[in-house]
């Protein structure tokens, strides 16, 4: 089993849809979670944490459910420029052990217009 | 610019090769990773380094594969007698030691062995 699973999709979404993005992962002490947004061929950007009350910024809602050992990502009202694969990623141990971080392999998500 | 930066954003080499990559973290950052990605995956870590110590070595970083931190500011990621299968994009990130410890990526060096 994958350390972090994530649904490839493509998701294909008209602008102005509400789109989830769901992931799994597997090692329960787990500590820290993220989100990232990666364009084609470009470096991995941050997106936002995810706290386990949940967060938002702006369009962009994250969930973190411990006991399901499950995350999410909620965007609303999608814009083309969200056209981007988005990294599910984990830091499976906690800061003493310097914060490796495990990635899905992304879900790609299209907005058209 | 004061994010990460690496160099060179591409290399073309021959198989058998060696080739050095370079990264420069951000200023203020004491953490320094190296990770590797390849078309379809997420970022695959490699090893880190809080400030001149090399803390953390991945399985995947074959004896070919030497990255060092000398004074604690950039970086150097080492790859000696290149295969085919070294072919990736590999990425730099950097974070501060404290904090929720994100991880700011650079541009990444795209490595094509032929």
């Known amino acids: 089993r994958k350390e972090v699973e994530q649904d490839p999709g493509p998701f294909n979404v008209p602008e102005g849809a509400t789109v989830a993005f769901n992931c799994t992962y597997s090692n329960s002490a787990s500590q820290s979670f993220f989100w990232y947004r990666q364009d084609c061929r470009k470096e991995p950007k941050l997106l936002m944490s995810?706290?386990?009350s949940g967060n938002e910024d702006g369009r962009f809602t994250a969930q973190l459910n411990r006991a399901s050992q499950y995350i999410s990502l909620l965007i609303r009202d999608s814009k083309l420029s969200d056209s981007a694969t988005y990294l599910c990623v984990v830091n499976p141990k906690g800061p003493e052990y310097g914060n490796k971080l495990v990635f899905g392999a992304g879900t790609i998500l299209r907005v058209k217009s | 610019d004061t994010g990460v930066s690496q160099d060179p954003r591409h290399k073309i080499t021959k198989r058998g090769q060696n080739v050095t990559f370079r990264c420069d973290p951000i200023s203020e950052h004491n953490r320094l990773y190296w990770y590797r990605q390849t078309l379809g995956q997420g970022p695959e870590f490699l090893t880190y380094f809080q400030n001149e110590a090399q803390l953390e070595k991945s399985r995947l970083l074959s004896d070919r594969f030497s990255a060092e931190r000398p004074k604690g500011s950039f970086s150097t990621l080492e790859i000696q007698r290149t295969e085919q299968g070294d072919s990736a994009m590999y990425l730099c990130?950097?974070?501060?030691?404290?904090?929720?410890?994100?991880?700011?990526f650079g541009p990444g060096t795209r490595l094509t062995v032929t």
């Open positions: 995810v706290y386990s």
């Open positions: 990130a950097s974070s501060s030691g404290w904090g929720t410890h994100e991880q700011y």
